[in-house]
């Protein structure tokens, strides 16, 4: 018998988890100031419920109706689909294989930031004093450091998961989130107790009408809520695995949205504010804004030096680290998880199953944590993926009938709320629509802004040719494996129960 969630609010801390990572806390404030502050919150609001929760309640549902991971669960769906759930759970899994380096680098940065809490009065030996441009040189360019931290990162996920589900999962995230939001809280309360920081909270909070004209505020809105929550990832789908028969799926979806959002905006109000209290208007837009598909300046450059400039900046220097590794670290367990739960779909223990996909993230995230240009191809193919994967989930549901898996899973008694036929219009309208503007969005800027002159190469850090190329491939490849999988899911499932119905009629008799 398979585990299960003791409470809906383990399920709901864990849904949390998975939602909550480094996105929030370094992509979202930057995502905010570039579009103008309060402009962006409102699509990116919106969003939340014409992207975001339709997808996730999609995931809960197909999750808890099949009690299989992605490749199964698109299966169980409808056979056809098989290489869907794979791509999905590949998709996911390209993105471990760097987000095991990222959260390297959160450790490493909370551990210079803890020493230089401990040598107060004296230079530190971390990042206080230090030229933080230089320090992440010299991590980044190190042979060993970034390997030592990427493999940290990997044993310490597969440490919590090998536990299991209860032991594991549910007790790391019961610890993790609520530090997490703690941790937020103080140094949002920091930040706006700063002298000057109601320009900041003006900056991102006073309305700008005009702006909502610029189609791009929309557009990002939609790209960071689609990337922000999860939804489409395949993470939730693999904890619904785990929900208890009687869990609210509707519920459930609107609260794992709504805190991941609340996330996003602590971590908004602790950075932005600071920046201007500190710097003149003109100088904090500069500082908070940075252009490209990839940033990590903001994070792990700047923020230090920020941090030097407010009275007790050694401590919450340390606690914005401690923060951001935790919301690494609580979405990195679901990652490991889904790929755990794949292998025992196919037969394996939990321990082989973890052991192979732990091994697998090591070795396939030692480019990424070598060489920052394969670090930024990966992100910039794999987070487009994303996209793609969404489209995946809503087609499938397409396939097997809204309306029926609406009755079955969505409007059925086990929810206290029900969604009717909206829920219908999301997917088979919105969701399409929405997946074709970002993917149209991306690859125009892939095309004018990135990399105009080789957008069609395949061998290009951010090109077009580059995610069709690695795209493609991977879809023909599962294409071409599409009947086998579903021989070696189903026939071993039909295999599993007939044994387990014979072994019953022996304990009768």
Not at 33 to 39: D, L, M, S
Not at 78 to 85: A, I, L, Y
Not at 239 to 256: E, G, H, T
Not at 334 to 340: I, N, R
Request: some cysteine; overall charge positive.
């Amino acid at each position: 018998m398979k585990e299960t969630f003791t409470s809906r609010w383990s399920l709901l801390l864990a849904a949390l988890g998975m939602a909550v990572g480094t996105g929030n806390i370094w992509r979202f404030p930057r995502v905010v100031a570039q579009n103008g502050g309060a402009p962006f919150l409102i699509p990116w609001f919106l969003f939340l419920f014409l992207w975001s929760i339709p997808l996730l309640i999609v995931e809960f549902g197909m999750g808890k109706k099949t009690r299989m991971g992605t490749i199964g669960a698109f299966g169980s769906m409808n056979p056809r689909h098989t290489w869907m759930g794979g791509f999905v759970g590949i998709c996911t899994l390209a993105i471990t294989f760097y987000y095991c380096v990222v959260t390297g680098w959160c450790f490493r940065y909370t551990l210079a930031s803890l020493v230089d809490l401990a040598a107060v009065g004296a230079a530190g030996g971390g990042l206080w004093g230090a030229q933080t441009m230089e320090f992440w040189n010299s991590f980044t360019g190190s042979l060993w450091q970034p390997v030592l931290f990427h493999l940290f990162a990997v044993l310490f996920s597969s440490w919590i998961i090998y536990h299991g589900v209860v032991n594991g999962i549910e007790r790391a995230n019961k610890i993790l989130i609520p530090t997490l939001f703690t941790l937020l809280i103080i140094a949002a309360v920091r930040a706006v107790t700063l002298p000057g920081a109601a320009d900041g909270l003006n900056y991102l909070f006073e309305p700008k009408w005009r702006a909502l004209l610029n189609y791009r505020v929309w557009l990002e809105g939609l790209s960071q809520s689609a990337w922000s929550t999860g939804a489409g990832w395949g993470l939730i789908l693999t904890y619904a695995v785990y929900m208890r028969k009687d869990d609210d799926i509707v519920a459930n979806s609107f609260l794992a949205g709504l805190g991941n959002n609340s996330a996003s905006l602590l971590a908004a109000i602790a950075i932005i504010p600071t920046v201007f209290a500190i710097l003149p208007a003109e100088r904090a837009i500069s500082a908070v804004t940075d252009t490209g598909p990839v940033s990590t300046g903001l994070t792990f450059i700047w923020i230090p030096k920020l941090f030097e400039e407010i009275a007790g900046g050694r401590f919450f220097l340390f606690i914005f680290f401690l923060a951001l590794s935790i919301a690494a670290m609580s979405s990195l367990i679901a990652m490991v998880e889904l790929g755990t739960r794949i292998t025992m779909d196919f037969g394996m223990s939990r321990r082989k199953g973890l052991f192979l996909v732990g091994s697998g993230c090591f070795l396939f995230g030692l480019p990424s944590a070598l060489n920052l240009h394969f670090f930024q191809n990966q992100d910039w193919v794999w987070g487009i993926g994303l996209l793609l994967s969404g489209l995946l989930f809503a087609a499938t549901i397409i396939s097997y009938g809204v309306e029926k898996f609406r009755r079955e899973m969505v409007d059925s008694a086990d929810n206290d709320f029900k969604l009717g036929r909206v829920f219908n219009f999301a997917i088979k309208v919105l969701i399409p629509i929405e997946f074709l503007a970002m993917i149209g969005w991306w690859f125009t800027q892939a095309i004018l802004v990135y990399d105009p002159d080789y957008w069609w190469h395949p061998l290009r850090a951010f090109s077009v040719g580059t995610c069709l190329l690695q795209w493609g491939g991977l879809i023909i490849l599962l294409l071409l494996l599409n009947k086998p999988i579903k021989r070696l899911l189903f026939e071993r499932k039909t295999i599993d129960i007939h044994a387990a119905g014979e072994m019953g009629k022996r304990v009768e008799s």
